[in-house]
């Protein structure tokens, strides 16, 4: 899209569950919305069969709620649109009709018109079921969107995985990594972001590991490129120019 003669790129990122966004992707998200980009997000669950945190800040009825709020702290932080967040029951992705969810999708992608879409890969990071399901659903919606130039999906790198000792990812081998972003210049930013999913802080089993190790694997984001139809308009590399590698 341009604006006179000044173009406005816009990025649509799918995810499953509140906090997708911000754990793996929130550095990146970050520098986009910094350097101009128009950062949408779709999350399709409200989360509510995650942890309400140790010790509970909140009753399970009480979670979808909070997680919302978590949510929109979280993009408030990042700098990024606030959230279009649908009601699909958390776990049970399954059971949604493909066809509504695709439609719901590109309901959004219609609104917003981004260039770019991010979301999770075939094994869904962590091989969670919803995650899966999440990643085919937008690459189906970037197949049938013809004005879509690249698909992006969230990535760890096998040699990271080794590095760290990672047994809950499902890493992907080093080469297939397109952007490796170094998202130290708005750590403050993404950690401000992690802080406001509290309930899920004590879940994640990187939050208790060693520091150096916390700021290696939350320090740097990965990033496959599933599909593109042409490079010319992959916006990403050039506006992350001097962070990635």
Not at 127 to 148: N, S
Not at 195 to 200: G, R
Not at 221 to 232: G, K, T
């Amino acid at each position: 899209m341009t604006s006179g003669s000044r173009c406005i790129y816009s990025l649509l990122a799918v995810f499953a569950h509140p906090d997708d966004e911000t754990f793996r992707p929130g550095g990146t998200l970050a520098l986009l919305a910094r350097r101009g980009v128009k950062v949408h997000l779709l999350t399709l669950t409200h989360g509510e069969a995650g942890s309400c945190g140790e010790p509970a800040l909140c009753t399970p009825d009480e979670l979808p709620i909070v997680r919302e709020r978590e949510l929109r702290c979280a993009c408030a932080a990042l700098g990024i649109q606030p959230p279009t967040l649908l009601d699909y029951p958390d776990g049970h992705l399954a059971e949604a009709d493909p066809e509504r969810v695709v439609a719901e999708i590109l309901a959004v992608v219609r609104q917003v018109n981004p260039q770019a879409l991010l979301s999770f890969g075939p094994d869904g990071l962590s091989g969670h079921p919803d995650h899966i399901l999440v990643g085919q659903w937008a690459a189906e919606v970037f197949h049938r969107i013809e004005e879509i130039a690249a698909l992006y999906t969230v990535a760890v790198p096998q040699s990271l995985a080794q590095t760290l000792n990672m047994r809950q990812v499902h890493p992907v081998p080093d080469e297939t990594v397109a952007l490796s972003v170094d998202v130290s210049s708005v750590w403050e930013t993404k950690l401000t972001a992690m802080l406001c999913h509290a309930t899920q802080w004590s879940s994640s089993p990187m939050l208790s590991a060693p520091a150096e190790y916390q700021r290696l694997f939350f320090g740097h984001e990965h990033f496959v490129r599933a599909a593109m139809r042409c490079s010319a308009d992959d916006f990403l590399p050039d506006i992350l120019k001097g962070c990635s590698k």
